[in-house]
T-cell receptor
Framework: GAVVSQHPSWVICKSGTSVKIECRSL??????MFWYRQFPKQSLMLMAT?????????EQGVEKDKFLINHASLTLSTLTVTSAHPEDSSFYIC????????????????FGQGTRLTVV | AQSVTQLGSHVSVSEGALVLLRCNYS??????LFWYVQYPNQGLQLLLK??????LVKGINGFEAEFKKSETSFHLTKPSAHMSDAAEYFC????????????FGGGTRVLVKP
């Protein structure tokens, strides 16, 4: 099956610094990628939808200036947590939907392995 | 708007016993339904999905789920649990009208006892 790689798998950063998380589709092109946040023992909450070559669409309540998303190519989307604070500590997961299938809600989106961010 | 409810945040089963995870959805139009599994500190892996056609869907690792429109349910089952089935399971719904975004249920953690 299709592979989505997230990097890094875990990161510890100091409060006030910025952290970039990469999401790559390794063997397919993805016009749409999704970024989720997962708190311990909870479900995934969609943060934003990233479309190649255009601005990301953020879900209600998600600060777009804090969580910067860039989708500059068909195989790479990045999430940058700016001026991170301890409350931003979480598990961040991306998923990617293969190009050409964006109009179909029945198509599978492939998930990365997640990034555990700890802000100290 | 769509929503997903998973009944039971934790399920404990004995090895070899039936696994039953419940999922109910709310949607104004016919949804696409998914079950995902998540192992600790990992992403999600698709177990199976329902789009159209046959309402009984077979997935990987011996899992299957049945779409019941009248009950707005998509329960996941496996006849015989293995120790390797211990994980978190998420039911999700997707609607074309909602931009094909996945909405997840709260998740059910499965514990398999030897």
């Amino acid at each position: 099956g299709a592979v989505v790689s997230q990097h890094p798998s875990w990161v510890i950063c100091k409060s006030g610094t910025s952290v970039k998380i990469e999401c790559r589709s390794l063997d397919f092109q993805a016009t749409t990628m999704f970024w989720y946040r997962q708190f311990p023992k909870q479900s995934l909450m969609l943060m934003a939808t990233s479309n190649e070559g255009s601005k990301a669409t953020y879900e209600q309540g998600v600060e777009k200036d804090k969580f910067l998303i860039n989708h500059a190519s068909l195989t790479l989307s990045t999430l940058t947590v700016t001026s991170a604070h301890p409350e931003d500590s979480s598990f961040y997961i991306c998923s990617a939907r293969p190009a050409g299938q964006g109009a179909k809600g029945n198509t599978e989106a492939f998930f990365g392995q997640g990034t555990r961010l700890t802000v100290v | 708007a769509q929503s997903v409810t998973q009944l039971g945040s934790h399920v404990s089963v004995s090895e070899g016993a039936l696994v039953l995870l419940r999922c109910n959805y709310s949607s104004s139009v016919p949804p696409y339904l998914f079950w995902y599994v998540q192992y600790p500190n990992q992403g999600l892996q698709l177990l199976l999905k329902y789009t159209t056609g046959a309402t009984l869907v077979k997935g990987i690792n011996g899992f299957e789920a049945e779409f019941k429109k009248s009950e707005t349910s998509f329960h996941l089952t496996k006849p015989s649990a293995h120790m390797s089935d211990a994980a978190e399971y998420f039911c999700a719904v997707s609607l074309a009208l909602a931009g094909n975004k996945l909405t997840f249920g709260g998740g059910t953690r499965v514990l398999v006892k030897p």
